[in-house]
């Protein structure tokens, strides 16, 4: 079944400490993003990248990095600069031609104490 | 104001019709869409349209769109249990650079009574 997985569903850290999200798609999809969800605010872009070794700054990128090395995965790693790190993180996918259409994962609920 | 605007809340009736507005600042957006969202899981992609038509229907789901308003709502028919979540408004498929990015309202939680 094409898809895309994020693991875990449910992560928790420590203050101070470095934590990467993972984000894996089959769907042959050029583009991925990540979005940060916290209540009453809607989706917030993270960052997103739209071909392989290059990614872009979203509206909240400050404390969190990316990578993509290959086509099928966008790790997002929460560093300690993050100054509110939990959170609900969505992964999504799209290909590069309209009309976008963004397919989501299930999410992972990340807290740190 | 915001870019993209929902009312939070929307409760109704099993069996009733039940629409979900949204509102909209940046008309360049060549795509609106609408995605569901049930508790603890990610966003499902209900349907989109394009910003040149005004109406698409897909069974129980009526997408209108008002370009000169920029208001754009989801009617869903015969709303069932299963219907209650979140729905999200979206705006995207910007020209340019833009193009790839979502822009996504709060939310609208549907409750569907029995």
């Known amino acids: 079944d094409g898809g895309i997985t994020q693991s875990p569903k449910y992560l928790f850290r420590k203050e101070g400490q470095n934590v990467t999200l993972s984000c894996e798609q089959n769907?042959?999809?050029?583009?991925m993003y990540w979005y940060r969800q916290d209540p009453g605010q809607g989706l917030r872009l993270i960052y997103y990248s739209q071909i392989v070794n290059d990614f872009q700054k979203g509206d909240i990128a400050e404390g969190y990095s990316v990578s993509r090395e290959k086509k099928e995965s966008f790790p997002l790693t929460v560093t300690s600069a993050q100054k509110n790190p939990t959170a609900f993180y969505l992964c999504?996918?799209?290909?590069?031609?309209?009309?976008?259409?963004?397919?989501f994962g299930p999410g992972t609920r990340l807290t740190v104490t | 104001g915001e870019d993209v605007e929902q009312s939070l809340f929307l409760s109704v009736r099993e069996g009733d019709s039940s629409v979900i507005n949204c509102t909209y600042t940046?008309?360049?957006?060549?795509?609106l869409y609408w995605y569901k969202q049930e508790p603890g899981a990610g966003l499902q992609l209900l349907t989109y349209i394009f910003s040149n038509m005004d109406m698409k229907q897909d069974q129980r789901l009526t997408v209108l769109l008002n370009k000169k308003d920029k208001h754009l709502s989801l009617r869903i028919a015969d709303t069932q249990t299963g219907d209650s979540a979140i729905y999200f408004c979206a705006r995207g498929g910007d020209s340019g650079a833009g193009s790839y990015q979502l822009t996504f309202g709060k939310g609208t939680k549907l409750s569907v009574i029995p």
């Open positions: 999504a996918s799209s290909f590069s031609g309209s009309p976008y259409e963004q397919y």
């Open positions: 940046d008309s360049s957006s060549t795509y």
């Open positions: 769907l042959n999809h050029d583009a």
